[in-house]
């Protein structure tokens, strides 16, 4: 990346070791806290897993959604985005 587009690149290593999320995810974290990123969508099946899990009541990934959106509108805006539409539809 920084051959390709070097004006592009922030430096964010050295907040790596200042974040306080999970140490395999600080990597992803530290560049959108030195760009001031609003939103963060990773292509892995985190919230997937997290609704299959919830089983009181069971929960799809479009149910988690629904009860996330007031509290983080674009971050489920932009979830629903790239999810597959089965799986992420707002309510009817």
Request: proline share 11%; aromatic share 4%.
């Amino acid at each position: 990346m920084r051959r390709a587009f070097p004006e592009a690149v922030e430096t964010y290593e050295h907040l790596i070791d200042s974040m306080t999320n999970h140490p395999k995810d600080r990597h992803v974290l530290a560049p959108a806290v030195a760009a001031e990123a609003d939103v963060i969508v990773t292509l892995n099946t985190v919230l997937s897993a997290q609704a299959a899990r919830t089983t009181r009541p069971p929960m799809s990934l479009a149910d988690k959604l629904n009860r996330l959106a007031p509290h983080v509108p674009a971050f489920v805006g932009a979830i629903r985005a790239v999810a597959p539409a089965d799986d992420a539809s707002p309510p009817a």
